[in-house]
Structures are given as structure tokens and as C-alpha cells.
């Protein structure tokens, strides 16, 4: 299972589902098998340190220090690892709406880390691809 790679039937189909929960981004200087108990979302060994993407309450019952809230959107469409251009498109449409977005690209589906209180938002501009809206919303 290779997913798709063609940009316009992959903009068309992608389908946003917006995930319960809240997330947060933080670092730690603890290894990854202190971290494994945290249950991580997503990590990424840096130079700085380890990248870690945890349920919100996770992080706080743990007492880590975090700065944004973020809501996780799936797009739930297959798209290949090799796929040009799916999510520059995406995240264009949210930047022209001023909306900051983090993307993970896992092997099945691209995810997006959106700030909390505009989630509702980045869902309505998403939804804009499949009626296949030429501008941003």
C-alpha cells in the first residue's frame, strides 16, 4: 500500500477529521525510555533535546512546561511519503488565513496541529478543497 500521489485527486478526497483532546509540543533532556511512560503522540530526537507531542493532560499531570495548545486534524486520505506538494498547498491556504501549522506526515495520513481556538476555522478552509474552492476561503 503505496498511498496516492496525485495532487489534485489527493486535495479532492482528503477528508479533515478533526481529533478529540488538546496537544502540546515541548522538549525534554529526559531519554526516550523516560518518556515512553508520557505515552508521546510523536517524538523527534534533536540536538537541543527530545521533541515530544503529548495529550495536553498528559503534560500537565506530569508538570512539563509547554507554550502553545494545539487541536490535531487527520487528513484521511492515503497519501504516499512521496506525494509533491499536498501539504504546501494545505498549509498556504491556512497561512493565507494567518493560521500557524504544525504537519506530522505519518505513514498513512498527514496530520495537522492547528492552535486551539482556530481548529473550527482550519476545518471550514480544508473543507474548501474537496468543492474544489480555487482561493483561499
Known sequence: MSGETNLEVLL????????????????????LLEAVPLEPLGLFHEEEGLTLILPREKADAAGLPYSAVFRMITLSVHSSLEAVGFLAAITNRLAARGISVNPVSAY??????????????????????????AAPV
Not at 25 to 31: A, C, G, I
Open 12 to 31: 479532492k478526497s482528503m477528508k479533515p477529521v478533526l481529533r478529540g483532546g488538546e496537544f502540546v509540543f515541548l522538549t525534554t533532556r529526559h531519554s
Open 108 to 133: 498513512f495520513h498527514d496530520h495537522l496541529f492547528v492552535p486551539s481556538a482556530r481548529a473550527e476555522e482550519s476545518l471550514a478552509v480544508l473543507a474548501g478543497f474537496a468543492r474544489g474552492d
